[in-house]
């Protein structure tokens, strides 16, 4: 798992998993650059990165700022997309149409303009790697929307690793995770969630955003693997 010297992009690289997936790259050698749509999130994630690695504020979903990101930082050697809002849930019959599209306009179509414009700067034996989730293996009530996107998001990578060969495309699919993901919900709540997926599933404890970095590096650094979804989720989709 040797990244020694290559560069790395982050989009959504600045708290969660994005974070722990920079600073495991950086551990293995690379040089880091992270972007959000924050200033004091990129500041936040370079006071914990190490000295010489980048920071860019952009809004991933504004086409033109995207292209001038890689067009500023040049040929590069691997795309991590973890970019993504506070999950919440939608039930149908209160379901507003302008957020469901909202929620596509970034995990979605961001990932997709991200790819368009990185692949021009993409070196040879680069790879791309996306972010879906299990809740297009394990739906409930509430979460068509983000169950859509999973879906969706799993069907582009298959697609571009087809398209883009022999640039290599993957994606990880973490099951439920500490992070900064559900921050929407109340302390108590969101305790209580943790607690009790994590004594449901085989590992017996909820997921670490380390645990899903580490998933991110190996797909890097992991020649033969494209058009790979790679589920990380304690056995989750099991039980």
């Known amino acids: 798992m040797d990244l020694q010297g290559q560069r790395i992009i982050v989009l959504g690289g600045t708290s969660g998993i994005g974070l722990a997936t920079a600073q495991a790259a950086a551990r293995h050698g690379a ?18 990165l190490p000295d010489g690695s980048g920071g860019r504020v952009v809004d991933l979903t504004d086409a033109r700022a995207v292209d001038e990101l890689f067009e500023d930082h040049g040929r590069f050697d691997h795309l991590v997309f973890t970019a993504g809002e506070p999950l919440r849930l939608m039930p149908l019959d209160t379901l507003d149409l302008d957020a469901a599209r909202d929620f596509f306009a970034l995990r979605y179509f961001g990932a997709l303009g991200a790819v368009r414009a990185a692949v021009p700067h993409l070196r040879e034996g680069g790879s791309i790697t996306l972010t879906t989730g299990i809740a297009k293996d394990r739906p409930g009530p509430g979460w068509a929307v983000a169950a859509s996107i999973c879906g969706a998001v799993e069907a582009l990578t298959k697609a571009l690793a087809v398209e883009l060969a022999p640039a290599r495309v993957n994606a990880v699919s973490p099951g439920f995770v500490r992070s900064p993901l559900w921050s929407e919900m109340g302390e108590e709540d969101r305790e209580r969630m943790y607690a009790e997926v994590g004594t449901a599933i085989p590992v017996g404890r909820i997921g670490e955003v380390e645990d899903i970095a580490r998933a991110f590096v190996f797909l890097m650094t992991e020649p033969f693997a494209t058009g790979t979804v790679l589920t990380v989720d304690g056995g989750n989709v099991l039980v």
Do not use: N
């Open 31 to 48: 040089v880091v650059t992270v972007a959000s749509s924050r200033r004091a999130g990129v500041d936040h994630a370079l006071s914990r």
